[in-house]
């Protein structure tokens, strides 16, 4: 095992250097708290954020939480988790591939580096990807199969170049091919056949992950915006926000993307962080587009409260928060428990303009 595999773990040399180390999964589960640990932030941060989380310091740790984490997708065995679990390692490998290439001096020299042709021979890609001076060509049939994740009109075959079945692309067009291709090495085999014991000795962590999947759910069902009902988190955000204070990117992102969920659109939340300096209209719709799947191929959902925690926007805790783990579960509780008969804001804001 080394740093290389557990950085991108779905590469067949990791897979390889496991089985070359007879990993015994059930002993695994059993005895390294640490890797179910792990696995289990790579599902939530999957779940809540769209990412597989940060990279664990120990090289074991993070390469066996992998197949671990498939192991909780296998149980679980729902749609909509499979599809953001693959997809959020992808897009962690496009951004440690994008870090990787980043990187210069001592400490770039020191660790071994994934390039973007080792991928591509990963992925049997060769024969089907051209470099040209000034961009790749790349083969119609793998073009279509890559670009399947990828929902702007831009993707659609009918808007591309197309000459002697080959479409071009640029290098970051590439790598977002090369992650379509992650995604895909990622599913493969899922749902995994898992022993008996193995499930029965994560049962703990597959209750955990459908809680996460039923907040997930409850989601597609608030469309009502009640700020007086938002978790004290969000009436934090949203307070520093309308007072035009600065925050910092992780917050931003946790106040927008619980605004989209609960059913604000773009325009919408626009009007409401327009009283901020910091918040430029253009950059502002812009993020809120890419976070509600507009402009990018995934929605992404608000940090879970364990996250919120870890960057420090989780403030003003009451007594619901004692008992929730999702800003969404909160504010979605909130609503059920209202006692008087609430009265959405876009209204509220439609009888002030009257």
Known sequence: MEPLHARYPFLRSAR???AAAEVDLAAVVEREQAVVERAMERVEGALSDGQVGEQHRRVRVELLS??????????????????????????????????DRRETGLESSRRRRLELDDLLEEFELRRAVRETSDRYQVAVGTYLRLAADQFDDEWRLVNRELQDGEVPVTETELLALVRGAVRQR???????????AVATALDTEQARIRELLAELELTRDIDTVVPEMFPPCMTHLLDQVQKGEHLEHHSRFAIASFLTSIGLSTDEIVDMFKINPGFGEEVTRYQVDHIR???????????SCATMQSYGDCVNMDDRCETISHPLAYYGDALEDAEEELVDWR????????
Not at 293 to 303: D, K, L, N, R, V
């Open 186 to 196: 990622v599913a493969e085999g899922l749902p995994l056949a898992v022993p008996d």
């Open 66 to 99: 992998y197949p671990v984490a498939r192991v909780f997708v296998s149980l679980v065995d729902e749609h909509v988790l499979t599809r953001k679990y693959t997809r959020a390692e992808a897009v962690t490998a496009r951004e440690r591939l994008e870090t």
């Open 347 to 354: 209204e509220r804001q439609a009888a002030e303009s009257d």
């Open 16 to 18: 390889e250097a496991v």
């Open 293 to 303: 799947g507009a402009t990018s191929s995934t929605e992404y959902s608000p940090p």
